[in-house]
Protein backbone atom coordinates (compact mmCIF):
# COMPACT_ATOMS: atom_id res chain seq x y z
CA UNK A 1 0.00 0.00 0.00
CA UNK A 2 1.81 3.16 -1.21
CA UNK A 3 1.24 6.25 1.58
CA UNK A 4 -1.02 8.65 0.22
CA UNK A 5 -0.22 12.46 -0.45
CA UNK A 6 -1.88 12.34 -3.94
CA UNK A 7 0.78 12.40 -6.46
CA UNK A 8 -0.01 11.86 -9.92
CA UNK A 9 1.73 9.07 -9.97
CA UNK A 10 -0.08 7.73 -6.67
CA UNK A 11 -3.74 8.53 -8.34
CA UNK A 12 -2.75 6.96 -11.45
CA UNK A 13 -1.62 3.81 -9.69
CA UNK A 14 -4.43 4.52 -7.40
CA UNK A 15 -2.39 4.49 -4.18
CA UNK A 16 -1.64 0.77 -4.28
CA UNK A 17 0.63 -1.42 -6.19
CA UNK A 18 -2.18 -3.56 -8.07
CA UNK A 19 -0.22 -4.56 -11.64
CA UNK A 20 -3.90 -5.20 -13.17
CA UNK A 21 -6.71 -2.70 -11.40
CA UNK A 22 -10.02 -3.92 -11.07
CA UNK A 23 -13.17 -1.43 -11.00
CA UNK A 24 -16.78 -2.47 -10.36
CA UNK A 25 -18.74 -0.42 -13.30
CA UNK A 26 -22.25 0.66 -13.96
CA UNK A 27 -23.69 0.00 -9.95
CA UNK A 28 -25.14 3.98 -9.99
CA UNK A 29 -27.46 2.75 -13.14
CA UNK A 30 -30.42 0.29 -11.98
CA UNK A 31 -29.54 -3.32 -13.82
CA UNK A 32 -26.00 -1.96 -14.07
CA UNK A 33 -24.60 -3.33 -17.64
CA UNK A 34 -26.78 -6.40 -18.22
CA UNK A 35 -30.32 -6.02 -19.81
CA UNK A 36 -32.06 -8.25 -17.70
CA UNK A 37 -35.64 -9.09 -16.47
CA UNK A 38 -34.19 -11.51 -13.85
CA UNK A 39 -35.55 -10.43 -10.50
CA UNK A 40 -32.13 -10.47 -8.68
CA UNK A 41 -30.98 -7.68 -11.24
CA UNK A 42 -29.54 -4.99 -9.82
CA UNK A 43 -31.45 -2.22 -7.95
CA UNK A 44 -28.71 1.13 -7.73
CA UNK A 45 -30.43 2.08 -4.45
CA UNK A 46 -28.37 3.85 -2.38
CA UNK A 47 -28.43 1.43 0.80
CA UNK A 48 -27.14 -0.98 -2.10
CA UNK A 49 -24.41 1.16 -3.42
CA UNK A 50 -23.27 1.76 -0.14
CA UNK A 51 -23.13 -1.22 0.77
CA UNK A 52 -20.96 -2.15 -2.29
CA UNK A 53 -18.93 0.32 -2.20
CA UNK A 54 -17.61 -1.13 1.58
CA UNK A 55 -17.23 -4.32 0.32
CA UNK A 56 -15.27 -3.56 -2.82
CA UNK A 57 -13.27 -1.03 -0.28
CA UNK A 58 -12.52 -3.75 2.36
CA UNK A 59 -11.53 -6.41 -0.23
CA UNK A 60 -9.28 -4.37 -2.26
CA UNK A 61 -11.08 -3.35 -5.38
CA UNK A 62 -9.17 -0.56 -6.93
CA UNK A 63 -11.52 1.60 -8.28
CA UNK A 64 -15.63 2.12 -8.59
CA UNK A 65 -16.85 3.67 -12.60
CA UNK A 66 -20.30 5.34 -12.84
CA UNK A 67 -22.21 5.50 -16.06
CA UNK A 68 -23.94 9.07 -16.50
CA UNK A 69 -26.88 8.26 -17.93
CA UNK A 70 -30.08 10.36 -17.25
CA UNK A 71 -32.67 8.47 -18.91
CA UNK A 72 -33.85 5.17 -18.94
CA UNK A 73 -33.97 2.91 -22.18
CA UNK A 74 -37.17 1.90 -22.14
CA UNK A 75 -38.12 -2.38 -22.63
CA UNK A 76 -40.10 -4.41 -20.17
CA UNK A 77 -37.66 -3.42 -17.13
CA UNK A 78 -36.97 0.45 -17.87
CA UNK A 79 -33.02 -0.35 -18.01
CA UNK A 80 -31.28 2.40 -16.99
CA UNK A 81 -34.32 4.24 -16.19
CA UNK A 82 -33.08 4.71 -12.38
CA UNK A 83 -29.71 6.36 -12.13
CA UNK A 84 -27.78 8.29 -9.66
CA UNK A 85 -26.21 11.07 -10.62
CA UNK A 86 -22.50 10.27 -10.44
CA UNK A 87 -20.46 13.40 -9.18
CA UNK A 88 -23.12 13.52 -5.76
CA UNK A 89 -23.12 9.89 -5.61
CA UNK A 90 -19.11 9.57 -5.79
CA UNK A 91 -19.11 12.10 -2.52
CA UNK A 92 -21.08 9.77 -0.88
CA UNK A 93 -19.74 6.56 -1.44
CA UNK A 94 -15.64 8.42 -1.06
CA UNK A 95 -16.86 9.73 2.44
CA UNK A 96 -18.10 6.05 3.65
CA UNK A 97 -14.91 4.33 2.28
CA UNK A 98 -10.91 4.42 2.26
CA UNK A 99 -9.14 3.18 -0.07
CA UNK A 100 -11.20 2.75 -3.02
CA UNK A 101 -10.63 5.69 -6.27
CA UNK A 102 -14.27 6.70 -6.88
CA UNK A 103 -15.36 7.84 -10.70
CA UNK A 104 -17.40 11.15 -11.63
CA UNK A 105 -18.51 10.23 -15.01
CA UNK A 106 -19.63 13.30 -16.48
CA UNK A 107 -20.99 15.25 -19.87
CA UNK A 108 -19.26 18.35 -20.46
CA UNK A 109 -21.99 19.70 -22.39
CA UNK A 110 -24.68 19.61 -19.47
CA UNK A 111 -21.96 20.79 -16.58
CA UNK A 112 -20.75 24.29 -16.73
CA UNK A 113 -17.03 23.72 -16.48
CA UNK A 114 -16.87 26.01 -13.74
CA UNK A 115 -19.54 24.37 -11.38
CA UNK A 116 -18.17 21.22 -12.20
CA UNK A 117 -14.19 21.80 -11.55
CA UNK A 118 -16.02 23.12 -8.03
CA UNK A 119 -17.98 20.10 -7.26
CA UNK A 120 -14.83 17.35 -8.79
CA UNK A 121 -12.71 19.76 -5.90
CA UNK A 122 -15.10 18.51 -3.62
CA UNK A 123 -15.47 15.31 -3.73
CA UNK A 124 -12.07 14.63 -4.29
CA UNK A 125 -11.58 16.53 -0.50
CA UNK A 126 -14.15 14.02 0.83
CA UNK A 127 -11.81 11.13 -0.55
CA UNK A 128 -8.38 12.91 0.42
CA UNK A 129 -7.29 12.60 -3.12
CA UNK A 130 -9.54 9.10 -4.36
CA UNK A 131 -11.54 10.98 -6.65
CA UNK A 132 -11.79 10.37 -10.71
CA UNK A 133 -12.81 12.20 -13.85
CA UNK A 134 -14.57 10.35 -16.58
CA UNK A 135 -15.38 12.65 -19.47
CA UNK A 136 -18.34 12.08 -22.08
CA UNK A 137 -18.45 14.50 -25.22
CA UNK A 138 -21.97 12.87 -25.34
CA UNK A 139 -23.76 10.34 -27.99
CA UNK A 140 -27.32 9.79 -26.46
CA UNK A 141 -29.93 12.47 -28.63
CA UNK A 142 -32.45 11.73 -26.48
CA UNK A 143 -30.61 12.36 -23.54
CA UNK A 144 -29.41 15.82 -24.58
CA UNK A 145 -33.03 16.72 -26.11
CA UNK A 146 -34.46 16.10 -21.95
CA UNK A 147 -32.20 18.96 -21.13
CA UNK A 148 -32.89 21.19 -24.37
CA UNK A 149 -29.48 20.95 -25.18
CA UNK A 150 -28.54 20.61 -29.02
CA UNK A 151 -25.78 18.07 -29.64
CA UNK A 152 -23.26 19.10 -31.38
CA UNK A 153 -21.91 17.50 -34.92
CA UNK A 154 -19.49 15.10 -33.17
CA UNK A 155 -16.12 16.45 -34.07
CA UNK A 156 -17.61 19.95 -32.50
CA UNK A 157 -18.48 17.89 -29.15
CA UNK A 158 -15.06 16.99 -28.74
CA UNK A 159 -13.79 20.61 -29.38
CA UNK A 160 -15.90 21.97 -26.98
CA UNK A 161 -14.96 18.82 -24.61
CA UNK A 162 -11.08 19.93 -24.98
CA UNK A 163 -11.90 23.29 -24.23
CA UNK A 164 -14.28 22.38 -21.09
CA UNK A 165 -11.67 20.27 -19.99
CA UNK A 166 -8.91 22.77 -20.35
CA UNK A 167 -10.88 25.65 -18.07
CA UNK A 168 -11.60 22.28 -15.49
CA UNK A 169 -7.58 22.36 -15.46
CA UNK A 170 -7.22 26.13 -15.06
CA UNK A 171 -9.42 26.46 -12.13
CA UNK A 172 -7.93 23.55 -10.61
CA UNK A 173 -3.97 24.85 -10.85
CA UNK A 174 -4.57 28.23 -11.47
CA UNK A 175 -2.91 29.90 -8.30
CA UNK A 176 -4.19 33.45 -9.09
CA UNK A 177 -7.36 35.03 -10.77
CA UNK A 178 -7.52 34.54 -14.86
CA UNK A 179 -9.31 34.84 -17.81
CA UNK A 180 -10.53 32.82 -20.56
CA UNK A 181 -11.17 33.65 -23.96
CA UNK A 182 -11.93 30.46 -26.20
CA UNK A 183 -14.19 29.19 -28.74
CA UNK A 184 -17.32 28.06 -26.30
CA UNK A 185 -16.12 30.33 -23.38
CA UNK A 186 -15.56 33.61 -22.45
CA UNK A 187 -14.71 33.92 -18.64
CA UNK A 188 -13.50 36.73 -16.68
CA UNK A 189 -12.02 36.96 -13.27
CA UNK A 190 -11.89 33.18 -12.19
CA UNK A 191 -11.04 32.29 -8.79
CA UNK A 192 -11.55 28.80 -7.55
CA UNK A 193 -10.05 27.56 -4.19
CA UNK A 194 -9.47 25.19 -2.94
CA UNK A 195 -7.78 23.04 -5.28
CA UNK A 196 -7.41 19.62 -5.63
CA UNK A 197 -5.30 17.59 -3.00
CA UNK A 198 -2.15 17.85 -2.92
CA UNK A 199 -1.58 20.24 -5.45
CA UNK A 200 -2.23 17.80 -8.00
CA UNK A 201 -5.16 16.67 -9.89
CA UNK A 202 -7.85 13.88 -10.37
CA UNK A 203 -6.91 11.34 -12.50
CA UNK A 204 -9.12 11.28 -15.79
CA UNK A 205 -10.56 9.17 -18.31
CA UNK A 206 -12.03 8.88 -21.35
CA UNK A 207 -13.83 5.97 -23.52
CA UNK A 208 -14.39 7.24 -26.88
CA UNK A 209 -14.53 5.07 -29.80
CA UNK A 210 -14.02 6.95 -32.55
CA UNK A 211 -10.33 8.78 -33.90
CA UNK A 212 -11.56 11.94 -32.29
CA UNK A 213 -12.52 10.11 -29.30
CA UNK A 214 -8.94 8.52 -28.81
CA UNK A 215 -7.22 11.69 -30.01
CA UNK A 216 -8.88 13.70 -27.17
CA UNK A 217 -7.91 11.09 -24.96
CA UNK A 218 -4.31 11.09 -25.34
CA UNK A 219 -4.36 14.88 -25.53
CA UNK A 220 -6.06 15.36 -22.40
CA UNK A 221 -6.46 12.39 -20.26
CA UNK A 222 -4.35 9.58 -17.98
CA UNK A 223 -6.47 6.57 -18.64
CA UNK A 224 -8.36 5.46 -22.28
CA UNK A 225 -11.30 2.97 -22.11
CA UNK A 226 -11.28 0.55 -25.14
CA UNK A 227 -13.69 -2.35 -25.59
CA UNK A 228 -11.25 -5.74 -26.16
CA UNK A 229 -11.85 -9.23 -25.74
CA UNK A 230 -9.92 -11.78 -23.42
CA UNK A 231 -9.84 -14.94 -25.41
CA UNK A 232 -6.73 -16.65 -26.34
CA UNK A 233 -7.78 -16.08 -29.82
CA UNK A 234 -7.99 -12.27 -29.49
CA UNK A 235 -5.14 -12.17 -27.39
CA UNK A 236 -2.50 -10.67 -30.35
CA UNK A 237 -5.73 -8.27 -31.06
CA UNK A 238 -5.56 -7.03 -28.09
CA UNK A 239 -2.11 -6.17 -27.69
CA UNK A 240 -2.23 -3.99 -31.13
CA UNK A 241 -4.53 -2.58 -30.15
CA UNK A 242 -2.88 -1.71 -26.66
CA UNK A 243 0.03 -1.08 -28.68
CA UNK A 244 -1.37 1.19 -30.96
CA UNK A 245 -3.03 3.56 -28.54
CA UNK A 246 0.77 3.59 -26.53
CA UNK A 247 2.60 4.60 -29.67
CA UNK A 248 0.08 7.14 -30.52
CA UNK A 249 0.46 8.82 -27.16
CA UNK A 250 4.47 8.80 -27.29
CA UNK A 251 4.71 10.78 -30.66
CA UNK A 252 2.53 13.74 -29.00
CA UNK A 253 5.00 12.82 -25.75
CA UNK A 254 2.61 11.69 -23.67
CA UNK A 255 1.72 8.22 -21.61
CA UNK A 256 -1.59 6.77 -21.45
CA UNK A 257 -3.00 3.84 -19.58
CA UNK A 258 -5.22 1.53 -21.38
CA UNK A 259 -8.64 0.09 -19.27
CA UNK A 260 -11.19 -2.40 -20.75
CA UNK A 261 -14.87 -3.55 -19.52
CA UNK A 262 -16.25 -7.05 -19.16
CA UNK A 263 -18.96 -8.39 -17.19
CA UNK A 264 -18.31 -11.24 -14.57
CA UNK A 265 -20.00 -14.55 -13.86
CA UNK A 266 -17.78 -16.81 -11.72
CA UNK A 267 -18.91 -19.97 -10.26
CA UNK A 268 -17.44 -23.36 -9.14
CA UNK A 269 -18.34 -25.06 -12.35
CA UNK A 270 -18.24 -23.87 -15.76
CA UNK A 271 -21.63 -25.38 -16.17
CA UNK A 272 -23.00 -23.46 -13.62
CA UNK A 273 -21.61 -20.13 -14.75
CA UNK A 274 -22.45 -20.64 -18.14
CA UNK A 275 -26.19 -21.63 -17.18
CA UNK A 276 -26.91 -18.65 -15.16
CA UNK A 277 -24.73 -16.51 -18.23
CA UNK A 278 -27.45 -17.74 -20.34
CA UNK A 279 -30.54 -17.81 -17.85
CA UNK A 280 -29.70 -13.85 -16.91
CA UNK A 281 -28.64 -12.72 -20.26
CA UNK A 282 -30.75 -14.52 -22.94
CA UNK A 283 -33.07 -16.19 -21.96
CA UNK A 284 -34.35 -13.11 -19.84
CA UNK A 285 -33.22 -10.14 -21.37
CA UNK A 286 -35.07 -6.97 -21.41
CA UNK A 287 -35.38 -7.51 -25.67
CA UNK A 288 -37.01 -4.17 -26.15
CA UNK A 289 -34.28 -2.57 -24.19
CA UNK A 290 -31.40 -4.17 -25.73
CA UNK A 291 -33.14 -2.96 -29.43
CA UNK A 292 -33.80 0.54 -28.20
CA UNK A 293 -29.78 1.04 -27.58
CA UNK A 294 -29.04 -0.11 -30.89
CA UNK A 295 -31.69 1.74 -32.83
CA UNK A 296 -29.22 4.36 -30.72
CA UNK A 297 -25.96 3.05 -32.09
CA UNK A 298 -28.33 3.36 -35.93
CA UNK A 299 -28.62 -0.37 -35.89
CA UNK A 300 -32.24 -1.48 -37.12
CA UNK A 301 -34.18 -4.39 -38.46
CA UNK A 302 -34.87 -1.34 -41.26
CA UNK A 303 -31.24 -1.28 -42.14
CA UNK A 304 -29.55 -4.29 -41.53
CA UNK A 305 -29.86 -7.85 -43.08
CA UNK A 306 -32.50 -9.80 -40.56
CA UNK A 307 -29.87 -12.52 -39.79
CA UNK A 308 -27.40 -9.86 -39.43
CA UNK A 309 -29.71 -8.37 -37.07
CA UNK A 310 -30.58 -11.19 -35.21
CA UNK A 311 -26.83 -12.09 -34.64
CA UNK A 312 -25.78 -8.57 -33.45
CA UNK A 313 -28.80 -8.70 -30.97
CA UNK A 314 -27.71 -11.95 -29.57
CA UNK A 315 -24.40 -10.00 -29.17
CA UNK A 316 -25.47 -7.18 -27.16
CA UNK A 317 -27.18 -9.17 -25.11
CA UNK A 318 -24.46 -11.75 -24.14
CA UNK A 319 -21.81 -9.08 -24.20
CA UNK A 320 -23.99 -6.69 -21.46
CA UNK A 321 -24.42 -4.03 -23.76
CA UNK A 322 -20.84 -3.79 -24.98
CA UNK A 323 -17.68 -5.87 -22.73
CA UNK A 324 -16.40 -9.54 -22.76
CA UNK A 325 -18.19 -11.68 -20.75
CA UNK A 326 -15.51 -13.34 -17.91
CA UNK A 327 -18.04 -16.84 -17.57
CA UNK A 328 -16.56 -19.52 -16.06
CA UNK A 329 -14.71 -21.42 -12.76
CA UNK A 330 -12.48 -18.52 -10.69
CA UNK A 331 -9.42 -19.89 -12.60
CA UNK A 332 -10.96 -19.39 -15.60
CA UNK A 333 -11.96 -16.50 -14.95
CA UNK A 334 -8.45 -15.37 -12.78
CA UNK A 335 -7.15 -16.87 -16.34
CA UNK A 336 -8.75 -14.62 -18.79
CA UNK A 337 -8.16 -11.63 -16.47
CA UNK A 338 -4.44 -12.30 -16.68
CA UNK A 339 -4.54 -12.37 -20.48
CA UNK A 340 -6.25 -8.72 -20.63
CA UNK A 341 -3.10 -8.12 -18.43
CA UNK A 342 -0.73 -9.87 -20.47
CA UNK A 343 -2.00 -7.75 -22.97
CA UNK A 344 -1.01 -4.59 -21.49
CA UNK A 345 -4.09 -3.62 -20.69
CA UNK A 346 -3.82 -1.67 -16.98
CA UNK A 347 -7.24 -2.11 -15.59
CA UNK A 348 -10.80 -3.54 -15.99
CA UNK A 349 -14.08 -2.51 -15.35
CA UNK A 350 -16.43 -5.33 -14.67
CA UNK A 351 -20.03 -5.41 -14.09
CA UNK A 352 -22.47 -8.34 -12.24
CA UNK A 353 -25.90 -9.14 -11.93
CA UNK A 354 -26.44 -8.82 -8.62
CA UNK A 355 -23.04 -6.71 -7.17
CA UNK A 356 -23.56 -7.51 -3.49
CA UNK A 357 -24.59 -11.72 -3.94
CA UNK A 358 -21.80 -11.83 -6.61
CA UNK A 359 -18.67 -9.86 -5.89
CA UNK A 360 -17.91 -11.76 -2.07
CA UNK A 361 -17.46 -15.16 -3.86
CA UNK A 362 -15.58 -13.06 -7.01
CA UNK A 363 -13.21 -11.77 -4.21
CA UNK A 364 -12.35 -14.48 -2.04
CA UNK A 365 -11.78 -17.14 -5.16
CA UNK A 366 -10.68 -14.45 -8.00
CA UNK A 367 -8.38 -11.79 -6.54
CA UNK A 368 -6.23 -14.24 -4.72
CA UNK A 369 -5.58 -16.29 -8.03
CA UNK A 370 -4.30 -13.06 -9.72
CA UNK A 371 -2.02 -12.01 -6.25
CA UNK A 372 -0.52 -15.32 -6.84
CA UNK A 373 -0.18 -14.65 -10.65
CA UNK A 374 2.17 -11.51 -9.57
CA UNK A 375 -0.86 -9.42 -10.54
CA UNK A 376 -1.90 -7.81 -7.84
CA UNK A 377 -1.07 -7.39 -4.34
CA UNK A 378 -2.92 -9.82 -1.75
CA UNK A 379 -5.33 -7.48 -0.12
C1 LIG B 1 -16.10 2.22 -20.38
C2 LIG B 1 -17.04 3.16 -21.08
C3 LIG B 1 -17.75 4.05 -20.30
C4 LIG B 1 -18.63 4.95 -20.90
N1 LIG B 1 -19.41 5.71 -20.11
C5 LIG B 1 -20.37 6.47 -20.69
C6 LIG B 1 -21.32 7.09 -19.88
O1 LIG B 1 -21.32 6.91 -18.67
N2 LIG B 1 -22.27 7.88 -20.46
C7 LIG B 1 -22.32 8.05 -21.81
O2 LIG B 1 -23.21 8.77 -22.29
N3 LIG B 1 -21.42 7.45 -22.61
C8 LIG B 1 -20.47 6.64 -22.08
N4 LIG B 1 -19.59 5.98 -22.88
C9 LIG B 1 -19.57 6.28 -24.31
C10 LIG B 1 -18.28 7.02 -24.71
O3 LIG B 1 -17.97 8.10 -23.89
C11 LIG B 1 -18.35 7.49 -26.16
O4 LIG B 1 -19.28 8.54 -26.31
C12 LIG B 1 -18.70 6.37 -27.10
O5 LIG B 1 -17.78 5.31 -26.93
C13 LIG B 1 -18.70 6.85 -28.55
O6 LIG B 1 -17.39 7.23 -28.92
P1 LIG B 1 -17.11 8.56 -29.73
O7 LIG B 1 -17.63 9.69 -28.89
O8 LIG B 1 -15.62 8.61 -29.92
O9 LIG B 1 -17.85 8.46 -31.03
C14 LIG B 1 -18.74 5.02 -22.31
C15 LIG B 1 -18.01 4.11 -23.10
C16 LIG B 1 -17.19 3.17 -22.49
C17 LIG B 1 -16.41 2.20 -23.36
Not at 208 to 227: H, K, M
Not at 240 to 250: G, I, M, P, T, Y
Request: hydrophobic content about 40%.
Amino acid sequence: MLTRTGSMRERIAMYNDNTLKIGVFGANCSSSRTATQVPERWSASWPDCLKLARLADQAGIDFMLPIGRWKGYGGLTDFHGSTFETVTWACGLLAATERITVFGTVHAPLFHPLIAAKEFVTADHIGEGRFGLNIVAGWNEGEFEMFGVAQRDHEARYEFAEEWIEVVKRAWSEPGEFDFDGRFFHLAGVRAKPKPVGGTRPIIMNAGSSGTGQGFALRNCDAFFTATSASRSSLEGTAKRVEEVKSEAAKIGKDIEVFTIGQVICRPTLEEAKAYHHYANIENADWGAIERMMALRGITPQNTKPEEYAAKRQFFASNSIGGYPFVGTPDRVAEELANVSRAGVRGIAVCFVNYLDELPYFCAEVLPRLARMGLRENS
